[in-house]
């Protein structure tokens, strides 16, 4: 399987500087009892998968505004029930998170559906997650925007803007969701499974002491032709949407739906 480069792009505020590229300095593997490992001098990790464990890394630093590039090669061939998740989290019990789960591939070789943690699902995600702006998050893949979400606070509505987030991946099973509902299971035969990180690069603002101006990317908006790509994706691909999902209504439309 091909890599891909997934950027996030969050927007918090500290001070800001470009990280160097190495593994070794920037995280640390926090579970997998050995399954996760930092390799060729820090331009490596990589996550493995078995029937005991899964295994998981995280960020040293916790940022707010900031772009983070890594490219991630996901688990090849029959992985259907594995999961990789790619995501942004603060701490505490009303924590923000910004979250991609690729799904992996059923036996036929056919993608199972990624789960975008911002309830809206498509079926090829190749690329980045980046949350744009102070008072826009913007989901893009492969530089093709697919959600925006812009800063309603003033309408009731809670926007990740306030919390410092670390950066985290794992590769864990989830056969009992996430392929058709749990309908298809892993099929260990073919484990371990492994996913691998390289390319790590933070134009980020890292809570420390002090502050800087932000980059470019600090005010970006979706221009005209973005907005229409986006649609485009959305239109053609998409095949989930909270706002419509009947048992979400059931239990009440969320306000941002009428937006």
């Not at 926007?159 to 410092?164: H, L, R, V």
């Amino acid at each position: 399987m091909a890599r891909m480069a997934v950027s996030v792009l969050a927007i918090l505020l500290a001070s800001c500087a470009l990280a160097a590229a190495s593994f070794d300095k920037e995280f640390d593997v926090t579970w997998g009892d050995g399954r996760g490992k930092i390799l060729n001098n820090g331009q490596l990790l990589t996550l493995g998968l078995d029937k005991i464990s899964g295994s998981g890394f995280q960020s040293k630093h916790e940022y707010l505004y900031g772009k983070i590039d890594m490219q991630l090669k996901l688990v090849p061939g029959n992985s259907a029930g594995t999961v990789t998740a790619y995501y942004l989290s603060s701490q505490g019990p009303t924590h923000d998170e910004i979250d991609f789960e690729f799904l992996g591939a059923g036996p036929t070789g056919a993608a199972v559906p990624p789960l975008v943690r911002s309830h809206q699902r498509l079926p090829h995600l190749l690329h980045p997650l980046e949350p744009k702006a102070h008072h826009v998050s913007c989901f893009m893949v492969d530089d093709m925007p697919i959600r925006d979400f812009k800063n309603l606070e003033g309408k009731g509505i809670a926007f990740p803007k306030n919390q410092p987030m670390r950066l985290y991946s794992s590769l864990w099973n989830a056969d009992d969701w996430a392929t058709q509902g749990g309908r298809v299971k892993t099929d260990w035969s073919h484990a371990p499974f492994s996913a691998s990180y390289r390319s790590f690069k933070a134009d980020a603002c890292v809570v420390t002491a002090g502050a800087a101006a932000a980059g470019d990317w600090y005010n970006q908006e979706l221009d005209l032709t973005r907005q229409q790509r986006m649609r485009w994706v959305q239109s053609n691909y998409m095949i989930y949407n909270y706002c419509t999902d009947p048992k979400r209504v059931a239990m009440g439309v969320p306000a941002e739906c009428s937006m």
